[in-house]
C-alpha cells in the first residue's frame, strides 16, 4: 500500500508540473503517522527538496504564554513562511537555519539549491498562515494505538510521556479546531506507511 500512496502522489506532482514552474507539497499528520518517512520516498523519487516543519519549532524567547495558547502557535510559522515559502519561490539558491530543540538553538544555516519539487513535512505545514502556498496537501491520519507504538519505539518511554501529555493534544487541538485535514487534497492512512 505504501508503493501505491507514493505512486499516486508522484503521477499527481508531475500533473501539477504540467501547469506550474514549481509545485509545493505539504505533509501534515498525527505525529508517528510516516510524515518523513513520505517526504523522504517522494522527494527521492522526484529529486525534490524536503524541509521539515521540525526545524521551526519555537525558539525559547518566542514560547510566552500567549504564544502557546496560540492553536498551532508552537511553530515559527512567520520564520518558515520568511525562510522556506519565500526562498522556494524566487527559484534561487537560498539559507535557512534549521532550530535544534534538543540543544535549543540554531544550526550552522541549510543551503538550497532551487528544484521543481519542494516537499514540507511536518505536524503544523498546514497552519492558517501557510495553507495558501501550497499545490498539494497531504494529511496522514493513524491510531491512537499504532501511533503510541511508533513514538515508544522511536523516541523512547521518557519522551513518549511529554508526547502523550503535551505534543499529541497539542496537534490534535490544532487539527480539530482548525479543520486540517478536511482542507487536504489527499488523506491517507499511516499504519499502511512504515
Not at 513535512?121 to 498539494?136: K, V
Amino acid at each position: 500500500m505504501f508503493d501505491d500512496y507514493v505512486k499516486m502522489i508522484c503521477e499527481r506532482i508531475k500533473s501539477l508540473l504540467e501547469m506550474n514552474d514549481r509545485v509545493l507539497v505539504a505533509i501534515d499528520g498525527n505525529c508517528g503517522a510516516g510524515k518523513s518517512t513520505l517526504g523522504r520516498k517522494i522527494a527521492e523519487l522526484l529529486d525534490a527538496n524536503l524541509f521539515h516543519m521540525d526545524d521551526f519549532y519555537l525558539t525559547p524567547e518566542l514560547r510566552t504564554k500567549a504564544r502557546m495558547q496560540e492553536v498551532g502557535g508552537n511553530v515559527d510559522y512567520v520564520r518558515f513562511k520568511a525562510e522556506i515559502i519565500e526562498g522556494v519561490n524566487k527559484g534561487k539558491p537560498f539559507e535557512f537555519r534549521p532550530f535544534n530543540c534538543k540543544l535549543q538553538d540554531f544550526c550552522q544555516p541549510k543551503h538550497v539549491l532551487p528544484k521543481k519539487v519542494n516537499i514540507v513535512e511536518g505536524s503544523y505545514s498546514l497552519h492558517p498562515t501557510l495553507i495558501e502556498f501550497y499545490d498539494l496537501k497531504i494529511f496522514i491520519e493513524i491510531s491512537p494505538e499504532i501511533q503510541e507504538k511508533r513514538i515508544l519505539k522511536r523516541n523512547g518511554p521518557i519522551m513518549f510521556e511529554k508526547f502523550k501529555s503535551l505534543w499529541i493534544p497539542l496537534e490534535n487541538l490544532y487539527f480539530e479546531t482548525l479543520g486540517i485535514k478536511e482542507k487536504c487534497d489527499l488523506i491517507l492512512r499511516g499504519e499502511e506507511i512504515n
